[in-house]
């Protein structure tokens, strides 16, 4: 087992896997930009090390800076936790030629699963569903417009290094192609550096449903079962939940099923999640698979019984997993809180926070690292908050969440709590009957 790992991250993750180490006897390094010299990770680890000023690509995008880190403090492993570095290939590969074991993905595997058209061609190959669209990257935009009259309209151009919602258009007819496709390779170029561009028929009113799978060393690869991410605004989650209102148990089943597939077909290490768009007809595809931990995981830990950290912290220690799939004992729901402002176009609210009082009570978690008289950073992502409740049914759990909602109060800036509370009253949202379209038409107003 390691002795000491570095984590290279910050906020409310980086905090979560330093409790993990604590609780294994290992040692912990955390890293920090001057604007979270105050944080609390860097209070709780047993080391602390600057890295550099507050802009990311300075401080927790520097490789030379994170690795010169781990070897001043001895550090024998780096966990990269979610966003920065955590699915960067030639950070993996460069913590292998230093001796630092990276608790994560190989470069290898993240190639081969961080290239959307690649990713979908190594998942067809190994029988997962996957939407129908162009077998590589698109050169022209000829090319795309003939491809879109065989697949039928609507259909979605997608950036290959994409995420979140950018270098991504949907498409509904001809005339508006040129266009969409010119904006669409630019915000590509300028965001990742790389304007490669591949199709898939869009697939109205669906579902977005995660699987997350654990795989080791020796080629054993299991599932944990779904995360319904449906509840998202510009294809950024904002409230997730398992087991999903839509899947069946034998949707559960396939949808588990093909995603152990997958991840076996790359020899897949440690925790990740394949993740699916899922029809109103209840037919799923592939869409992406993110080779990290992910926000989200502490519902699925709630109802398994399963730490994630702890499991991905042995996987790269070499230790086997037992190969069991786990389905949901409980439901749960995750409510992520930034400081936003809901009201304003969820317009980011960094500032210092004057006043808090944290929820509790049964069935009540909370993975924060902000406290009374913190500044938050105008930096780095608004989530300062996740809210995880658990409960018998849904309906115990909808209900649990707005009451700690409710108990959850936070002075000196905007929050999405108001959103979150506003949510949990609305009858489409407590149906389950929901899509991804759902934020398109919900009332932000009156919050």
Same mark, same amino acid.
């Given at each position: %087992?390691?002795?000491?790992?570095?984590?290279?991250?910050?906020?409310?993750?980086?905090?979560?896997?330093? *409790?993990?180490?604590?609780?294994?006897?290992?040692?912990?390094?955390?890293?920090?930009?001057?604007?979270? *010299?105050?944080?609390?990770?860097?209070?709780?680890?047993?080391?602390?090390?600057?890295?550099?000023?507050?802009?990311?690509?300075?401080?927790?995008?520097?490789?030379?800076?994170?690795?010169?880190?781990?070897?001043?403090?001895?550090?024998?492993?780096?966990?990269?936790? @979610?966003?920065?570095?955590?699915?960067?290939?030639?950070?993996?590969?460069?913590?292998?030629? /230093?001796?630092?074991?990276?608790?994560?993905?190989?470069?290898?595997?993240?190639?081969? %699963?961080? +290239?959307?058209?690649?990713?979908?061609?190594?998942?067809?190959?190994?029988?997962?569903?996957?939407?129908?669209?162009?077998?590589?990257?698109?050169?022209?935009?000829?090319?795309?417009?003939?491809?879109?009259?065989?697949?039928?309209?609507?259909?979605?151009?997608?950036?290959?290094?994409?995420?979140?919602?950018?270098?991504? *258009?949907?498409?509904?007819?001809?005339?508006?192609?040129?266009?969409?496709?010119?904006?669409?390779?630019?915000?590509?170029?300028?965001?990742?550096?790389? +304007?490669?561009?591949?199709?898939?028929?869009?697939?109205?009113?669906?579902? /977005?449903?995660?699987?997350?799978?654990?795989?080791?060393?020796?080629?054993?690869?299991?599932?944990?079962?779904?995360?319904?991410?449906?509840?998202?605004?510009? /294809?950024?989650?904002?409230?997730?939940?398992?087991?999903?209102?839509?899947?069946? +148990?034998?949707? $559960?089943? $396939?949808?588990?099923?093909?995603?152990?597939?997958?991840?076996?077909?790359?020899? @897949?290490?440690?925790?990740?999640?394949?993740?699916?768009?899922?029809?109103?007809?209840?037919?799923?595809?592939?869409?992406?698979?993110?080779?990290?931990?992910?926000?989200? =995981?502490?519902?699925?830990?709630?109802?398994?019984?399963?730490?994630?950290?702890?499991?991905?912290?042995?996987?790269?220690?070499?230790?086997?997993?037992?190969?069991?799939?786990?389905?949901?004992?409980?439901?749960?729901?995750?409510?992520?809180?930034?400081?936003?402002?809901?009201?304003?176009?969820?317009?980011? #609210?960094?500032?210092?926070?004057?006043?808090?009082?944290?929820?509790?009570?049964?069935?009540?978690?909370?993975?924060? /690292?902000?406290?009374?008289?913190?500044?938050?950073?105008?930096?780095?992502?608004? %989530?300062?908050?996740?809210?995880?409740?658990?409960?018998?049914?849904?309906?115990?759990?909808?209900?649990?969440? &707005? $009451?700690?909602?409710?108990?959850?109060?936070?002075?000196?800036?905007?929050?999405?709590?108001?959103? =979150?509370?506003?949510?949990?009253?609305?009858?489409?949202?407590?149906?389950? &009957?929901?899509?991804?379209?759902?934020? +398109?038409?919900?009332?932000? #107003?009156?919050?």
């Amino acid at each position: %087992m390691f002795k000491k790992i570095l984590i290279a991250n910050r906020g409310e993750i980086a905090l979560r896997i330093i *409790r993990t180490c604590k609780e294994m006897g290992i040692k912990t390094v955390a890293v920090f930009s001057t604007a979270d *010299r105050d944080s609390l990770h860097v209070r709780f680890a047993d080391e602390a090390v600057c890295i550099g000023p507050p802009p990311s690509k300075q401080s927790y995008l520097s490789i030379p800076a994170i690795i010169s880190a781990a070897e001043v403090t001895g550090a024998d492993a780096i966990h990269p936790g @979610y966003g920065f570095l955590s699915e960067n290939a030639e950070f993996s590969r460069i913590c292998e030629e /230093h001796g630092i074991k990276f608790i994560g993905a190989s470069a290898e595997m993240i190639n081969s %699963m961080g +290239d959307k058209a690649t990713a979908k061609d190594t998942m067809k190959k190994a029988g997962v569903p996957v939407i129908p669209g162009s077998d590589g990257l698109l050169d022209t935009v000829e090319e795309a417009i003939e491809l879109a009259k065989k697949i039928k309209y609507p259909v979605i151009i997608k950036a290959t290094a994409g995420g979140g919602g950018r270098g991504m *258009r949907i498409i509904r007819e001809e005339s508006e192609f040129a266009k969409l496709w010119d904006d669409a390779k630019m915000e590509a170029a300028a965001a990742f550096g790389n +304007d490669g561009m591949y199709m898939e028929k869009f697939v109205e009113e669906p579902r /977005h449903i995660e699987i997350q799978v654990v795989g080791d060393k020796f080629g054993t690869v299991c599932h944990l079962s779904e995360r319904d991410c449906s509840i998202q605004r510009r /294809h950024q989650k904002l409230c997730e939940e398992t087991p999903s209102p839509a899947l069946t +148990d034998d949707l $559960r089943n $396939r949808m588990g099923a093909a995603a152990v597939s997958g991840a076996a077909a790359i020899k @897949y290490e440690g925790a990740g999640t394949i993740e699916f768009l899922v029809d109103k007809n209840g037919d799923f595809y592939f869409m992406e698979m993110n080779t990290r931990i992910q926000v989200e =995981h502490p519902i699925t830990e709630e109802v398994t019984d399963f730490d994630l950290i702890k499991e991905q912290i042995k996987v790269a220690a070499g230790i086997a997993i037992s190969g069991q799939n786990y389905f949901p004992k409980l439901y749960a729901l995750e409510c992520r809180i930034n400081a936003e402002d809901p009201s304003n176009g969820f317009r980011p #609210s960094p500032g210092k926070i004057t006043n808090l009082h944290l929820p509790g009570g049964h069935g009540v978690r909370i993975d924060s /690292h902000v406290y009374s008289g913190y500044t938050i950073p105008p930096n780095y992502d608004s %989530m300062i908050a996740k809210v995880i409740v658990s409960g018998q049914s849904r309906e115990e759990v909808l209900l649990r969440m &707005k $009451r700690a909602l409710q108990e959850f109060v936070i002075e000196g800036i905007k929050t999405t709590i108001p959103f =979150h509370i506003k949510l949990m009253d609305d009858p489409g949202f407590q149906s389950g &009957k929901f899509t991804t379209a759902f934020m +398109d038409t919900f009332d932000l #107003s009156n919050l």
